[in-house]
């Protein structure tokens, strides 16, 4: 059973920082594509970074590039998401997906894309 446990959500002030992690069970980070995905009240779940290629590969949303920076660790299987500067459009439930195929199609963000989702880790930016 495939399991992806989020953490390091909080409050932080705008020009913060965060770390995101997603812990995997019954599932090896580093085989297939992997992202991290956000979705505040009213608005449409949206990709943020996503990861594959064992870690060669990676993708990003234009409203987090150059601040966020999405990682792996596979010796802990977890998925890392480093937040800086954060702004306050950047408030959301981010979630941590992952694919249970070893390519995909289409765009790296499509939901199609990603099998397995966590519960969701809180991230609140004050201005």
């Known amino acids: 059973q495939v399991q992806l446990v989020e953490s390091g959500g909080g409050t932080v002030q705008a020009g913060g920082s965060l770390r995101l992690s997603c812990a995997a069970s019954?599932?090896?980070?580093?085989?297939?594509?992997m992202g991290w995905f956000r979705q505040a009240p009213g608005n449409a779940r949206e990709g943020v970074a996503g990861i594959f290629a064992g870690g060669r590969l990676t993708y990003y949303a234009d409203s987090v590039k150059g601040r966020f920076t999405i990682s792996q660790d596979s010796a802990k299987n977890t998925l890392y998401l480093q937040m800086n500067n954060l702004k306050p459009e950047d408030t959301a439930m981010y979630y941590c997906?992952?694919?249970?195929?070893?390519?995909?199609?289409?765009?790296?963000?499509?939901?199609?894309?990603?099998?397995?989702w966590g519960q969701g880790t809180q991230v609140t930016v004050s201005s």
């Open positions: 997906a992952a694919d249970s195929s070893p390519g995909f199609a289409g765009d790296w963000d499509s939901l199609r894309n990603y099998d397995y």
């Open positions: 019954g599932y090896t980070i580093s085989r297939n594509l």
